[in-house]
Structures are given as structure tokens and as C-alpha cells.
């Protein structure tokens, strides 16, 4: 059915159980997957008038979400690895993790997203709404939620 599955994760432990699910439907259906991860950018407020950080704090803080986003995608790499999965992985900024996942699906030519459901509950859901709301929202491919 599906041949090429993009595995979004954000680290939690709630994406490793989506991780371990979406490598097994893979497995399954002979597919391909991309583990991805968005790194937000620091906040604007740091680089502009106001509250200004430190050019090092900054670069630190842009590296730690680097090493953060390789280790979540090395977990994607792995889960496939050891099922016997192709997989490549994929780190992207982006402002919005949803329009980073969807434009991740498109550049890479997946014909799914398989993701876990993580979102916020009751009223700050509402108010927030999540990444995986949003992915199904927009997304022109099929999306499979994790739950």
C-alpha cells in the first residue's frame, strides 16, 4: 500500500513507541522510511531589540537542539535497521514543526506520515492545537496517528 513512510519524532517517549509502530507497518508492507526531526529556531527575541542573549548562549543552545535532533533520528535510524527497514533521516529548521514535517513528506516523496499523538488536552488544546492536529489539517498525504 504505502512504499515510502516519514517517521516524525520529537524525542519524547510517547515518538519511540510511534518510532518502534511506524518501522513495524514499514516492515510489514515491504515501505521505505525517513526519520525527521524540525528544530524550532530560538526565539526572535534573542537575536533582536530588548532581550538580547549572548552570541555563545545562543550557538550552545543552536547546538544542543542539533545533538537532540541527531539522537532522535539515529532512534528512527536504528528501530529500522534492526527490523531490516531502508531508512534515510532528515533534520530541517523550521518555525512551525507541522509545515516542517509536511514539507519533509513532499521533499523526500513520502507517500505517508506515520506519527504519534502527543497534543495538548481540553482547553490548551483548543487554544494551542497540535503539531499532529495540524499535520492532518494540512497534509496532503495519508497520516497515520499513533495514539
Not at 523526500?108 to 504519534?116: L, P, R
Amino acid at each position: 500500500m504505502f512504499k515510502h513512510i516519514l517517521i516524525p519524532t520529537d524525542g519524547s517517549p510517547v515518538a519511540t513507541k510511534a518510532i518502534k509502530a511506524g518501522v513495524a507497518l514499514a516492515k510489514e508492507m515491504g515501505a521505505s522510511v525517513t526519520g525527521f526531526y524540525a528544530i524550532e529556531p530560538p526565539p526572535t527575541h534573542m537575536y533582536g531589540e530588548g532581550y538580547l542573549a549572548q552570541r555563545d548562549l545562543v550557538e550552545e543552545l543552536e547546538r544542543r537542539a542539533r545533538e537532540v535532533a541527531q539522537a532522535s533520528v539515529d532512534e528512527v535510524s536504528a528501530a529500522a535497521k534492526s527490523a531490516g527497514v531502508r531508512c534515510d533521516t532528515t533534520i530541517g529548521k523550521s518555525v512551525t514543526p507541522y509545515k516542517g514535517i509536511i514539507a519533509a513528506a513532499e521533499d523526500n516523496k513520502c507517500d505517508a506520515v506515520f506519527m504519534a499523538s502527543n497534543g495538548h488536552k481540553g482547553l490548551t488544546g483548543l487554544l494551542l492545537g497540535s503539531v499532529t492536529q495540524k499535520v492532518l489539517t494540512h497534509s496532503k498525504i495519508p497520516v497515520l496517528v499513533f495514539r
